[in-house]
């Protein structure tokens, strides 16, 4: 058994402000208020927070998805819990497909056999590109962007073996069809790179689609006139938005205009974080590009933003310092809404009786001290 003890605990509904936590093997057994005489992780002036989930990050430590080797996802996954991370969606870049599938076929076998262990979880992968729009591409390669295709799409799940969690797509270059096939297949339709209009996005909705890759980055812009996808991403409550919250894809106080409209329930934090994270300054590569990071920031050459070099710490720190929201509001925007997102809810997400222990324990200065997953100490700072 493992006991967590003199903690501050975020539930969902609730704070206790001191009580500990009884952990049998993989799941939470007990939570209990007060304190207990059982020896145990000593939590004194500690917050025990649901795992943080990140559904949108590329790489980092020196690791990628391109790399395309079980070491390199295994010890991506053991890096990312000093971030307070335990399960997360790790993303591709747009490349060809014939390429993705032999990538794809070793994450397969990751998946299979060695996501487990004191590290993060991996959900399953976040496909970002090729199937996006020109118009918005970011820093993937034009020239090998694809429209929407259902046949290049079930080339890669089943290279996979059905670990495709999430898919970013320009809903205006398909016709519905791309959009059901995903929600088939309980892919979640994820759109962003795209120039699609508000009614465009609203066709997405009522077909099922809920999810909106990065707001503001990479889509038709807020417009009075010509409503893009920024006006549909804050209209409908259906959609989950990604949100970067490093400060430097969205500016702080765009943050707290999101936080204001769309609320806690309809937020997702995202690192959207690349290779160079945790790295030194300079020169690095984003798919077949070249970047350079400097500081937070990682740019091409030409000066666009590619990705992120911010720990996903680092972005919740910003969130919450900048809405002054609730730790209970603030482990939805980490948290529950990703897993419920994802169909994970009635396992993760939450800190429940009978889910599993998925811990991120911070200071009150939201600096993580440990990272539980499934029971077990990935990361140990206290």
């Known amino acids: 058994m493992m006991i967590l003890k003199n903690a501050k605990i975020v539930l969902l509904d609730e704070i206790i402000e001191l009580g ?3 952990v049998e093997g993989q799941k939470i057994t007990a939570i209990n208020r007060g304190v207990t005489d059982l020896d145990g992780l000593d939590c004194s002036g500690l917050t025990i927070m649901p795992g943080y989930i990140d559904c949108h990050v590329h790489g980092g430590y020196g690791y990628n998805f391109e790399q395309g080797t079980i070491d390199s996802f295994v010890n991506f996954a053991k890096n990312v819990t000093k971030e307070g991370i335990t399960r997360y969606c790790q993303g591709t870049v747009t490349g060809a497909i014939s390429n993705l599938e032999k990538i794809l076929t070793v994450y397969a076998d990751f998946m299979a056999n060695h996501n487990n262990g004191p590290q993060a979880r991996q959900i399953g992968a976040h496909l970002e590109g090729p199937f996006i729009s020109p118009a918005f591409k970011g820093a993937h390669e034009e020239t090998l962007l694809l429209k929407p295709d259902v046949v290049a799409m079930k080339k890669l799940v089943q290279a996979s073996n059905d670990n495709i969690r999430i898919v970013t797509y320009a809903p205006e270059l398909q016709d519905g069809s791309f959009t059901k096939y995903l929600l088939d297949q309980k892919i979640v339709p994820s759109m962003g790179h795209s120039a699609a209009t508000f009614k465009d996005v609203e066709h997405e909705v009522n077909v099922g689609a809920n999810h909106f890759t990065h ?4 889509m038709s812009r807020y417009d009075h006139r010509n409503p893009g996808m920024i006006n549909a991403g804050l209209y409908f409550d259906e959609i989950l938005c990604e949100l970067i919250t490093d400060g430097i894809h969205n500016d702080l106080n765009v943050l707290k205009e999101v936080y204001k409209i769309k609320g806690p329930d309809h937020i997702c934090i995202i690192t959207d974080a690349m290779t160079a994270k945790g790295m030194p300054d300079g020169p690095y590569k984003l798919g077949e590009l070249d ?12 000066g666009v933003l590619a990705g992120s070099a911010a720990t996903y710490d680092y972005c919740v720190k910003n969130m919450y310092e900048v809405t002054n929201c609730s730790l209970i509001d603030l482990s939805k925007m980490t948290s529950i809404n990703v ?19 998925d811990f991120t324990i911070v200071d009150g200065q939201l600096n993580v001290k440990a990272t539980i997953v499934e029971g077990e100490i990935a990361y140990n700072n206290l």
């Open 291 to 302: 970047v350079v990071k400097n500081g937070q920031t990682v740019t091409l050459l030409n």
């Open 339 to 357: 897993a419920k997102q994802f169909g994970l809810f009635d396992q993760t997400g939450s800190i429940t009786v009978g889910k599993f222990a």
């Open 215 to 218: 707001l503001h980055n990479g």
């Open 20 to 22: 500990w936590i009884e």
